[in-house]
């Protein structure tokens, strides 16, 4: 979702930022990288430790508490669409191919991405905004399952809750673990990396592009030939 669908890395930035000052420090692009795509209670303590901060389990729990709390002010604005996205998930809804949104965000979050850009669920494309995203058919958040990425169980939860076969998949993932867990999961994975310091290597099952500008159901298909 953030990154990847809609343009949240930066208000994710607002945020990290914040904290970040609040701990005695300047937020940088190298703790970006190396947080984006994870779950709060990765990332976080990952800041903390950054800063030297106290990361004891009271003082993560604060953290987090405050990040989310911080992130559901800011997800009330505006969020774009990033390019080629919502031609994307259209394309894959007219031609009846499932389409699962699954973000390391808290349900929460996503909620609230997913009310500002369209409503979730299932349901025909038609009748949508042009330019909107969605619907999904099914949505996983980070809180909803065990293990997070760059484990493979939410493209597995996902798989197994659509009927789908993982090898038949196609995942697009702009993190580090969110391709590592894709991959994981036995997907087809298209990385495409949003923040600064964050590539990967083309690989077996591995497509990487710079957007999903011109990415159409027919390059989908025969990433799974």
């Given at each position: 979702m953030d990154?990847?669908?809609?343009?949240?890395?930066?208000?994710?930035?607002?945020?990290?930022?914040e904290?970040?000052?609040?701990?005695g420090?300047?937020?940088?692009?190298?703790?970006?990288?190396?947080?984006?795509g994870?779950?709060?209670?990765?990332a976080?303590?990952?800041?903390?430790?950054w800063?030297d901060a106290?990361a004891?389990?009271?003082?993560v729990?604060?953290?987090?508490?405050?990040?989310?709390a911080r992130?559901v002010e800011?997800?009330?604005?505006?969020?774009p669409?990033?390019?080629?996205?919502?031609?994307?998930?259209?394309?894959c809804?007219?031609?009846?191919?499932?389409?699962?949104?699954?973000?390391s965000?808290?349900?929460?979050?996503?909620?609230?991405v997913?009310?500002?850009?369209?409503?979730?669920?299932?349901?025909?494309?038609?009748?949508?905004p042009?330019?909107?995203?969605?619907?999904?058919?099914?949505?996983?958040?980070?809180?909803?399952?065990?293990?997070?990425?760059?484990?493979?169980?939410?493209?597995?939860?996902?798989?197994s809750r659509?009927?789908?076969?993982?090898?038949?998949?196609v995942?697009?993932?702009d993190?580090?673990?969110?391709?590592?867990?894709g991959?994981?999961?036995?997907?087809a994975?298209v990385g495409v990396?949003?923040?600064a310091g964050?590539?990967?290597?083309?690989a077996?099952r591995?497509?990487v592009r710079?957007?999903?500008?011109?990415?159409?159901?027919?390059?989908?298909?025969?990433?799974?030939?």
């Amino acid at each position: 979702m953030d990154g990847l669908l809609v343009d949240s890395e930066p208000v994710w930035t607002v945020a990290e930022v914040e904290l970040a000052r609040s701990l005695g420090g300047e937020f940088s692009p190298e703790l970006k990288a190396a947080i984006v795509g994870t779950r709060l209670e990765v990332a976080v303590p990952r800041i903390l430790r950054w800063y030297d901060a106290p990361a004891a389990p009271a003082d993560v729990d604060r953290a987090c508490t405050w990040l989310l709390a911080r992130m559901v002010e800011l997800f009330a604005g505006d969020l774009p669409v990033m390019p080629g996205a919502a031609s994307l998930v259209a394309a894959c809804r007219a031609a009846a191919v499932p389409v699962a949104l699954v973000s390391s965000s808290y349900r929460v979050l996503v909620d609230a991405v997913l009310a500002d850009v369209g409503p979730a669920g299932g349901g025909p494309a038609g009748g949508w905004p042009a330019g909107r995203l969605g619907p999904f058919d099914l949505t996983v958040a980070g809180d909803e399952v065990t293990n997070a990425k760059p484990h493979p169980e939410p493209w597995l939860t996902a798989c197994s809750r659509l009927g789908v076969d993982p090898s038949r998949c196609v995942v697009l993932e702009d993190s580090p673990s969110g391709v590592a867990s894709g991959l994981a999961a036995g997907c087809a994975v298209v990385g495409v990396p949003s923040v600064a310091g964050v590539s990967f290597e083309p690989a077996p099952r591995l497509t990487v592009r710079s957007s999903l500008v011109g990415l159409g159901l027919a390059d989908l298909q025969a990433l799974v030939a």
